[in-house]
């Protein structure tokens, strides 16, 4: 196939080891209707954020996408942290539990412990990320997503000729259907015919009049527009599959596809035609749960 199907489910595992850093990352992706992430980056990389859901985007298109890292800094310049001690607070903390333990004649056992573990005495400023760091996280996330679209082709590849498969099957079934047009005809003008004498006089019958009216008859059951639609949309869908195979687009043509074949199952009126039209929207229906995973 000239055009490349990509399934909507995947994975994609990307790594990065250097002296400043050793990093993985790793991407799911399920169906989806749309693009959706859940990245879960450090608090730290939250300015990457929006640049990564823009690129995940582009790359990978639709999916609910799951992405998760490992990131362990082998030098303090890669994330530099501080400890910022809040010296008012601990004061105030030490004045109130002296103050509590007077009152209540309890001896407070480490009154140091308990004033470093009050709220807001201890705690850590922001991580400086260096540019270059930012940089390796968004180029590792990349890799990872063309490591998740090659896991997706090779799937597709199976999803499209699987699909191929059911649609030039629906194909043969339609050819099966021409060849029962003439039975399903005569079958149907005896009916008619058969009704017509049972329920009125012969000497009243007037041939021509009749044969016009089962002609009509067989007007208003006639399937050729349905069955020219339907081999259309077929070769549509094999045309879309060989050079553009987008999930919505087959989708939206097998439901084009559906249609004819519900117009076709009524009007055909002869039951070994409509024994293939049940088998066709049958394969139909295994068409559309493969669709539903295509990018």
């Not at 553009?244 to 084009?256: A, V």
Request: some cysteine.
């Amino acid at each position: 196939m000239a055009g490349k199907i990509r399934s909507m489910t995947g994975f994609g595992r990307a790594f990065v080891e250097n002296d400043a850093l050793s990093a993985s990352c790793e991407i799911k992706a399920l169906n989806g209707r749309y693009f959706e992430a859940d990245i879960r980056l450090p608090r730290y990389f939250n300015e990457v954020d929006p640049m990564l859901r823009r690129l995940l985007g582009e790359k990978l298109e639709r999916g609910t996408i799951s992405c998760s890292y490992n990131i362990k800094f082998k030098t303090e310049g890669g994330a530099a942290q501080s400890i910022v001690v809040n010296q008012d607070a601990a004061k105030n903390y030490l004045a109130i539990l002296t103050n509590l333990s007077q009152n209540l004649g309890v001896e407070i056992q480490d009154v140091f412990r308990e004033v470093i573990k009050s709220p807001e005495v201890i705690t850590y400023a922001e991580r400086e990320i260096s540019d270059d760091i930012k940089k390796q996280i968004v180029d590792l996330t990349i890799l990872a997503a063309e490591n998740l679209n090659g896991f997706r082709e090779t799937e597709g590849a199976a999803t499209g000729q699987k699909l191929l498969e059911l649609v030039q099957s629906i194909s043969t079934d339609l050819i099966q259907i021409e060849h029962h047009e003439d039975d399903r005809r005569e079958n149907l003008r005896e009916r008619v015919y058969g009704n017509v004498v049972e329920h009125v006089k012969e000497h009243v019958l007037d041939e021509n009049r009749l044969e016009q009216e089962i002609l009509i008859y067989l007007d208003k059951w006639d399937i050729a527009e349905e069955k020219q639609r339907l081999s259309q949309h077929i070769t549509y869908f094999i045309q879309t599959l060989n050079t553009d195979p987008n999930g919505r687009k087959l989708n939206f043509i097998s439901q084009e596809m559906g249609r004819e074949m519900n117009t076709m199952g009524v009007k055909s009126n002869y039951f070994p035609m409509q024994q293939l039209v049940v088998g066709m929207k049958e394969k139909l229906e295994q068409i559309k749960e493969q669709v539903l995973n295509i990018v």
